[in-house]
C-alpha cells in the first residue's frame, strides 16, 4: 500500500490538533490513522523549520495623515493640541494653568 501525501497545509494542521490532543504519539497516530514515524518526522520537521523561519507574521505599516498641532504655553507648561481635542476642556485646562503659573 503506498504512504498517504499530505500538503504542508494539512501536515501543519494535524500537528496543531496532536498538539492540541495532549495524547501521547501512540494513541493520538492509533485514532487518526497516521503512523508514529511520519507524526515522528513532521515533528522534527517543524522544529528544524521554526529554528530557521522563525514563523514571520505579515504587518501592514499605517502612517497617520499629518495633522495640525497647537502648541500653547503658559508660563512653564506646554500643552499640544490637535484637531480632535475638546475645546471645552481646553478652556477649562487653561483657566486652570492661567490661575497656576
Known amino acids: 500500500m503506498a504512504a498517504a501525501k499530505y500538503t504542508a497545509e494539512q501536515r501543519d494542521k494535524l500537528l496543531s490538533e496532536y498538539r492540541a490532543s495532549g495524547q501521547k504519539q ?30 514571520w ?17 503658559i508660563g512653564s507648561c506646554k500643552i499640544k493640541v490637535d484637531e480632535s481635542f475638546s475645546k471645552q476642556l481646553l478652556a477649562e485646562i487653561i483657566k486652570v494653568l492661567v490661575a497656576v503659573c
Open 26 to 55: 501512540n494513541q493520538w497516530c492509533k485514532e487518526n490513522g497516521i503512523s508514529k514515524s511520519t507524526l515522528s518526522k513532521w515533528l522534527k520537521d517543524a522544529a528544524g523549520k521554526t529554528k530557521t523561519e522563525q514563523n
Open 57 to 73: 507574521i505579515s504587518t501592514q505599516i499605517v502612517i497617520p495623515q499629518s495633522r495640525s498641532t497647537l502648541v500653547i504655553e
